[in-house]
């Protein structure tokens, strides 16, 4: 398919679905720090906002679970990305008009489903359209996109914060979400015509799956459920990240650094994935998949030392940053190896699907142990998940023989 290089219209294709993700992080992210100072305002408690996180991660788990049942044919693919942008493009204007924090929550779930019926369907689309020798990199540049979005629209919040009304500031995520938007036709109409050949242009309906278990849940052959869970717990173990950052807080009482090795890690996310998008990751070899889960370790074991000072905490922080996303490239890339075409789409799912499912478990256990003074044996499960995962996402060797 290609020699030395991405062909020109795959390039374009990534680049697009990179520009969709940059602007819709832009407009989410820049609400999504202004949202516990207006539910405040609006009469909500701490407790809403952990009601409207909870309830959030349920309905992504709902809109990838469609996307699994529904989303078989690039056609449908592609419709799924462009109703999912379009659910966040919409949603996060109206929360600067609402009045009450019942709607807010009503609001993020809405959106929050759209993020989970669009990213199975985005990742299998893309994953059929790049060779399977340049596909981490094609995710790396996406996911390169998606985090400068996520680093720039909480700056503009805060620089207009003071200067415009809270709900003022909603209204201008319009302008992103409407580029975003523009951006996910744009990609998803080039992935499709690029993804179906000919004979299947009129697109057929897929039979209908006779069950739920069925529809959503079988998916390859031997040896795919160790990949599936191995990616599962990588993604899960990725959580403690803010634990992290309110340790060091209640250790040191600079808060400010807390601050720095947030936007430190961000950075260094984002570095990573310029680094990723020229180097590739060979996912039928073991040694290109370690590095993240190795990293993320790392940064554990610098945060856990009873000598950890602030240079400790910056460098976790920054090898957070790098192992966060060197794992999530590896998995979707170990992933998408392991299907055939026609079943990447509903792999993806599944990881969208099992990872929220456990991550509405770790968390509330994790946060609780926190506050319980089992903070030592939240990081030490969250090694154990790594290496569990590690193993696991490892063990398959029937690499594209699904």
Avoid at 337 to 366: C, H, V, W, Y
């Amino acid at each position: 398919m290609m020699d030395s290089k991405i062909e020109k219209e795959e390039q374009a294709i990534v680049m697009a679905f990179g520009k969709t993700s940059l602007y819709a992080d832009f407009a989410y992210e820049m609400a999504h720090m202004l949202l516990p100072l207006w539910i405040l305002h609006l009469g909500g408690t701490a407790v809403t906002v952990s009601i409207m996180e909870s309830v959030a991660e349920v309905a992504r788990m709902g809109g990838a679970i469609s996307t699994a049942k529904w989303g078989g044919t690039p056609r449908k693919q592609s419709l799924f990305v462009r109703i999912g942008y379009g659910l966040t493009a919409v949603s996060t204007p109206l929360m600067g008009v609402v009045s009450a924090p019942g709607a807010i929550i009503l609001l993020k779930s809405v959106s929050w489903f759209g993020k989970g019926l669009r990213g199975p369907a985005r990742d299998a689309l893309v994953s059929n359209v790049i060779a399977k020798e340049w596909l981490s990199r094609a995710f790396s540049r996406i996911q390169t996109l998606d985090q400068t979005g996520g680093i720039i629209g909480p700056l503009v919040a805060t620089a207009l914060t003071g200067r415009l009304s809270v709900p003022t500031l909603f209204y201008l995520t319009a302008i992103p979400g409407t580029l975003c938007f523009f951006w996910a036709i744009t990609a998803s109409n080039m992935a499709r015509k690029k993804t179906v050949s000919p004979p299947e242009s009129s697109d057929t309906e897929q039979a209908p799956s006779p069950s739920f278990a069925r529809g959503v849940l079988s998916t390859g052959g031997k040896g795919w459920l160790s990949t599936l869970l191995g990616g599962v717990l990588l993604k899960v173990s990725i959580f403690p990240a803010t634990l992290l950052m309110f340790r060091f807080n209640e250790q040191s009482g600079l808060a400010i650094m807390m601050g720095v090795g947030f936007i430190l890690s961000s950075v260094v996310h984002v570095a990573s994935g310029l680094f990723l998008s020229f180097r590739q990751i060979n996912p039928e070899k073991r040694l290109d998949l370690l590095p993240g889960p190795l990293l993320l370790a790392t940064a554990i074991i610098l945060l856990l030392g009873p000598a950890s000072g602030t240079a400790f905490y910056i460098a976790g922080m920054a090898v957070w940053g790098a192992g966060e996303l060197w794992t999530s490239i590896a998995v979707k890339t170990r992933v998408s190896s392991r299907l055939k075409t026609d079943k990447k789409n509903r792999g993806f799912s599944q990881l969208e699907i099992f990872s929220t499912m456990g991550i509405l478990g770790f968390q509330p256990a994790a946060a609780w142990g926190w506050e319980h003074g089992y903070r030592i044996k939240v990081l030490e499960v969250t090694l154990a998940l790594i290496t569990a995962g590690t193993m696991l996402l490892l063990k398959d060797r029937n690499i594209g023989e699904a």
